[in-house]
């Protein structure tokens, strides 16, 4: 644990680096390029923050507290006619990670979008190429338009993966308040790129229908247009898998993820709830997931060799997020609180709880922000306890566009 001295200290330094920043932030601009029947639009992200954890007992392993460069972010958006769109975008920060032998990041791959969107048919537009899946409200939400520096565990990529290479059919009705998609993707999330599918060449299958009334609520966390009407969106979504996950080198390493939930050697249901409201300048999301599985072997150890998975044969996981947000447009100040609980098996006793509340400055709207976010570890399950139970991050993103 720091002591009181020590964390002044650090808030301090904290201070005079964010403080450098800002004045460094002067603007921003959007390019774009057309010949009257192609555009092309450019933009990109920059963010960086400094970590700082606060220990258990006993441990004295302080190499998460530093800075960090998040997001170095390049976007190319086309519109070719009323035909053909497409998006390509790269993160180079996590790019540079990934290839220096850091820990792959779910949340922040190297390789964030390339897709083409195919609008000519016109009872269905169709998406193909490698992308996020239409699952889950929070994952949806681009970054910039957060007060955190991180989704909750349950959509951050740990559990279920948030992109993967595939085709999407999208269709909307009733003046875009209601949304369908359906898909089919290869199945191993990320890891995809890496090559072949597995053993069992199956695909995953993924689907989502959304509600908004009285118009369309965009993947936004922050009622940024301080709406004069309430406005509501529910979700719902599901995704199945089944594979077979060979032993061996020629299969990716980090399929199955942190929690060995990602990708597993058998079936896989996962099913969500999401709601949205929006009303002058506050919001509030709340989302949970129910993942069921059914591995191939009855020994797998995601059943935990206990008796009552021997007749069971499945295992349940999954959790809620609960989040408020008020936006004080005369401050340009937002003001989040995050409440999240995950279970990572029904066979383990227990759950792990945690809060975060954030809160950020819009220097130029969106586009320049100084962010802070807090994490308080409450509860913690057995299955993978933490070395930290406090965490503190402040920084400043950068958009162009």
Known sequence: MYSISQLLLKMKKIYYLVAGMIVAVSGHAQLSITNG?????????????????SLKPGEDDHKKDRFRLRDAQLQLEGRIGNTWEYELQMDFADQAASSNGADFD?????????????????????????????????????????????????????????????????????????????????GLGELSLNGDNDASGQPEYAARFEFSYPSR???????????PTPLFTIGINGRYANKVLPDGEEFPVNAQGEYGLKVLNGKKYVYGFDAAFHYMGFSAQFEMHQ??????????????????????????????????NYFIKDWHTVLSARYEELDLSDLVPGNSQRFSPAIAYQINGFDAMVKFQYFRIWKEEAIDPLKWDEQFRLGLQLTFK
């Not at 029947?37 to 954890?53: A, D, F, K, P, T």
């Not at 936004?220 to 301080?226: G, K, L, Q, Y």
């Not at 599985?293 to 999954?318: C, E, H, I, R, V």
């Open 37 to 53: 029947q192609h555009v092309l639009e450019i933009s990109g992200m920059v963010s960086s923050y400094y970590n700082m954890r």
């Open 106 to 186: 779910p949340e922040n791959p190297g390789l964030m979008d390339a897709y083409l969107v195919y609008k000519g048919l016109g009872f269905v537009d169709v998406q193909a190429g490698y992308g996020k899946l239409f699952y889950s409200r929070n994952s949806m939400v681009p970054f910039i338009y957060s007060a955190y520096w991180q989704r909750p565990e349950l959509t951050r990529g740990s559990l279920f993966s948030q992109r993967d290479v595939g085709v999407t059919l999208m269709k909307d009705f009733w003046n875009q308040r209601l949304h369908a998609y359906v898909g089919i993707y290869t």
């Open 217 to 227: 609520v965009r993947y936004r966390e922050i009622d940024a247009n301080v709406s």
């Open 291 to 324: 993942i069921k599985g059914l591995p191939n072997l009855p020994d797998d150890p995601l059943l935990q060799n206990l008796p009552a998975s021997q007749t069971k044969g499945y295992f349940l996981a999954g959790g809620y997020v609960a989040q408020a």
